[in-house]
């Protein structure tokens, strides 16, 4: 951080030596991460003092009820409901944001920041949707803004993208960087459970809120990979370029059928940066068993890279809970306190996409799509025939089971499993419109496979 | 950096604006990872200039064999086999050491550092031995000395402790550092190959060395525990204080029972920091399958980590070779150039460990024990007895097989496989002494299990 670093000189106490940095924090909100942050940095005081020669002292905690604080274990002495009182307080050098939302979060960060306050967020949907704004300010008055808690929690994947694989070009990131969604699918898979009751059982943990669109939806994904993605292809990648499906719509048996031929299901965020531009999309997405992504389980999360000079790496961890990600808050208050200089974006930070910069929409994948058919000779030609038509060439037909299943119509037909080679979003389309057409078979569910 | 860096100001070029920092880059050798270093940086110049706003380009390049290095596509201008002329050149900012050993390359970068030039090294032995002298010379002239390529390849492991997970105690470190052997390990698991064919095949292969013994006697991999290790825990662990067992005696036959079991075997890096004190060992241990680290395979590398804050995360990705170590380098060259300060090391950095800090040699641990036994009534009870006498209990005692074999001294005999709870080193090794010495069975392997 730039300023407001005070140098403890002479100070009497033998733990803190003469060029011990002393750094006050505010706190906004005290949510689960909030609360994680609190605790963390109480109990660790000595341990950062003795391990970073840093002296982090928790100044003031914003609070609606303080009485609720109190019984948190903060003492009522730092506790305000008074943000105008926590900018203007000279002890605070850094503020960490952890109220969430997109309204009084931003006023309060930006009003750290013109105050020259460095801050710390884990708010994903404000860094996606503001962060231009928020850095613009904080380059005028040379204060540090720093998010590693806004994208899979404890995970130093914003570190690492920064100051760990810089080297190289990234050509392509895939991530389970919801851990909501994570552990339905996971539910759904191992247990053969419906989404319904999945939601509900993730419900029950609190692993899901109870209006859970956010995070079913993609919307969550969708925030986080706009950073992360920015971050990784060094250029503004709004959030309203990216391409998201949830997973409500899932039925167990895609899941079950996936599973017999080798796939796992996963909501993948995908980043690809290539000659023909940059693709970002959220969406259910079928891996083979062996990829390291596969075996990522209940509420982790996991980010794949591919560097041109690295090759294959993985980040895997906890991608939310309050001490996972009061970890990566913590991490950067240190980083904040302990870093003489202050970096911003490397990539022109806008709030829309560069003008020069291509994203492509008619992406190519490969696809893993259910029909229900009639159970009749020759459908299974007549299907194939479709594809071929289009240009889709397969890699697998397969009639999974004998038995007649009710289709979405409640007609009772055969299930025939189709996984195709790359096709673009345009030929799958217009392949999946002329079956629906053929009368002799019904698209049931297509869902994209990456390997 | 702390100096050195020039800013190029008034720059005729439109893509080096004002701000630009201009940055000489040394390599001392050019062999793998030096070539791979040489082609990143120059094949990335524009795009280092247009993502970090730095214009680095290879001033020297320090060889034996110069004609060798033009045939590689170095400019002759810039090849020298003077060291002194290296040091010597104003235009060199950092220096990077990929010559390896612990004799020319010490020798080279203390004379870099008293120049007062950055370091930049790929070597794990000359950082595990000295770097404390090599920190107090750069403390001197205030350079900065990174170690990134030292361990594990590309995989951002030492960023991530120093900058990613610093909010935490780590409490528990298990790696798989050792490409070398973790290609042994796989082919044997998955082929039932013999450790000499595996070997063979590995250095065929350009995996393993004419002479294996750094990487499968485990000194590769105790060097980069040192190293890490010293990092997770804020305290010098030096490398004689590392337990270490190779993997040169293991038999596939143990490989094969331990699968059948639910476990695989690899050759781990663990460090332990618990309250009875500082635990560090390199030795072939069994986990379970379903662990994180038992399905990384081939050449691969991965390090699994348990902070207090942030739970279980684990990195995975290439541990060497020419471009996935030159990565490590290169954005190790970035961050020199890019960060203004330089940090050293966080803990008392000297030859032997802290007086003060405990290690634990009677370790703990689980045990697979493979004993060759006479088919008698009775023998199973007996041997489980003496685990007993001892204080270990069991989790398994498992007649794999029926079918004799021959034991280590030619005898027919019936194999048990044995997996006990956590047992102290001393525990295990009377039991097995006993065992040895009761007439009714020997013991043909002991192999450690960690879950």
Chains 1, 2 share one sequence.
Do not use: W
Request: proline share 2%; charged share 25%.
């Amino acid at each position: 951080m730039k300023k407001n670093i005070k140098q403890v000189n002479g100070n009497s106490s033998k733990e803190v030596n003469a060029m011990t940095k002393k750094v006050g924090v505010a706190i906004l909100g005290l949510g689960v991460v909030g609360g994680g942050t609190y605790q963390t940095l109480t109990k660790h005081r000595e341990y950062y003092l003795k391990t970073q020669n840093v002296d982090i002292t928790v100044e003031a905690v914003l609070v609606r009820n303080k009485e609720k604080a109190v019984a948190q274990g903060v003492p009522a002495e730092i506790l305000t409901d008074n943000i105008a009182e926590v900018i203007a307080n000279p002890a605070v050098d850094i503020v960490v944001e952890t109220i969430g939302g997109v309204d009084a979060a931003k006023d309060y960060v930006l009003a750290a920041l013109r105050e020259g306050k460095a801050v710390v967020t884990a708010n994903k949907e404000l860094v996606c949707k503001y962060s231009h704004e928020l850095e613009r300010v904080a380059k005028r008055t040379g204060c540090g803004i720093y998010y590693e808690a806004s994208c899979v929690g404890g995970v130093p994947i914003i570190r690492t993208l920064l100051d760990g694989v810089q080297a190289n070009r990234v050509q392509e990131m895939m991530g389970i960087i919801n851990g909501t969604t994570n552990y339905i699918l996971t539910k759904m898979s191992q247990e053969g459970a419906d989404y319904a009751d999945a939601l509900k059982d993730a419900q029950k943990l609190g692993y899901a809120e109870a209006d859970p669109t956010n995070d079913v939806e993609g919307f969550d994904a969708l925030y986080k990979l706009s950073i992360l993605s920015s971050l990784a292809f060094h250029t503004k990648v709004p959030y309203t370029k990216i391409y998201r499906e949830g997973i409500s719509k899932i039925d167990s048996k895609d899941i079950a059928y996936g599973k017999s031929l080798g796939y796992t299901l996963k909501l993948l965020a995908i980043g690809k940066n290539t000659e023909k531009g940059i693709e970002v999309r959220v969406h259910p997405t079928f891996v083979p068993n062996a990829h390291p992504l596969a075996s990522v389980n209940d509420s982790f999360n996991a980010v794949y890279l591919k560097g041109d000079a690295v090759g294959d790496i993985m980040l895997y961890g906890r991608g939310a809970g309050a001490f996972p990600t009061a970890s990566a808050v913590v991490s950067d208050v240190i980083y904040a306190a302990t870093h003489a200089e202050v970096k911003y974006s490397t990539f022109k930070n806008t709030a829309t996409a560069d003008s020069s910069v291509k994203f492509v929409s008619d992406f190519e994948s490969a696809y893993y799509v259910r029909l229900a058919v009639d159970d009749e000779a020759g459908v299974l030609a007549k299907m194939s025939g479709i594809f071929g038509k289009y240009g889709i060439s397969l890699v697998a037909v397969s009639q999974i089971t004998q038995k007649k299943e009710p289709d979405d119509e409640g007609i009772l037909r055969v299930p025939l499993v189709i996984i195709t080679h790359k096709t673009t979003e345009t030929q799958i389309k217009n392949a999946m419109t002329k079956i629906n057409a053929s009368g002799m078979g019904k698209v049931q569910a297509a869902i994209r496979v990456e390997s």
